[in-house]
């Protein structure tokens, strides 16, 4: 097997405690987990099997390749597929244990004929999927077998009046639809309050070592490091440029590591001349733009470091993206194919 010059340490007791923070921020409503995108780019099936550990028992990812990818799935938990059911998905839908998380009337109208149990999203102010309330009002889910009715937040990072409104819209609405649960609150809705609870949550940022309140600083624990091997160390003088535009330009002579990753791999040119590397004792500064498979330390402090070493980029969340200006959700999901996933 071919060596990998990239890899995620993934920490798999910092997920399971991610999530059962998020458990019992939730009350007395059960909490699911999402992990769509597989899972947020660390592999859907290791996420899946220790959040099975830590008692996790509804999972939910957006398409019904996302759903194959982890079968044969096992026969106790719950897997919900976000984007409901389209008229190429039937087959598809038709061979899964997965239930279609209805969107629209016309998916509606195409799962009533299989008779079988589906959850539903309704629109209380996203736009995005969801029925309009006034179809449900008017008895479109009549004769449906719903096993849980949910609506998603558009702005529970944010202190706004919108929460609220769209908590009590969902709790009116919901009360006119027969379903055995509710579901509302994802990673954020969770730190809202209990009032957002309802039946079952659904985080997934938080669980993967996003923090989406400051409700869960210190409580949300880092699950991925980024390493990279060097693949060169070389010294550069006063006057010298460094990467593509030259923007970087050395002040005086000085250590650079080359370091073996770059845009293809989730680490985004945002990070130019602004990321940084853990090294013995302190920080090393990303120098000159970041490119496609390379990025530049400076590494003066560190002259012990040479080809073949590893070092770690500084990927806390919270903090690469206040760095990069990138959301925490792009910055995770983003780490590229190319890395090795080794978890602890």
Known sequence: MAHHPLRLIL?????AANWRWLAARSGGAACGAAIKADGYGLGAREVVARLRAA????????????????????????????HGVGPDDMAAAAAS??????????????????????????????????????DV????????????LMSHLASAD????????????FAALAGGVQARRRSL????????????????????????GGVPRREADGRIRQVARVEAQIVQRRRIEAGDRVGYGGTFVAERSC?????????ADGYLRSFSNSGRARIAGGFAPVVGRVSMDLTAIRVDAAPALGEGDWVELDYDLPAAAAQSGLSQYELLTGLGARSERSWR
């Not at 609150?185 to 993967?208: E, H, K, M, Q, W």
């Open 255 to 263: 250590e650079l590591a080359i370091l073996n990753i770059g845009y």
């Open 158 to 169: 944010e202190d706004v009046e919108t929460n609220d409104r769209q908590r009590r819209d």
């Open 137 to 148: 009002a008017a008895g479109l889910l009549d004769g449906l077998e719903i096993e849980t």
């Open 11 to 15: 920490d798999g007791d910092a997920l």
């Open 185 to 208: 609150a994802n990673s954020a809705g969770i730190c809202l309050g209990p009032d957002f609870a309802f039946d079952l949550t659904r985080p997934g940022i938080a669980v993967y």
């Open 55 to 82: 008692g996790c028992r509804d999972f939910f990812v957006a398409t019904w390749a996302e759903a194959e990818a982890l079968g044969p799935w096992p026969g106790e938990l719950a897997l919900s597929v976000l």
């Open 97 to 134: 244990p997965a239930r279609p998380v209805l969107n629209s009337s016309a998916q509606v109208a195409r799962w009533r004929e299989t008779g079988r149990p589906c959850d539903v999203m309704v629109d209380t102010g996203i736009n995005r999927l969801g029925l309009a309330p006034a």
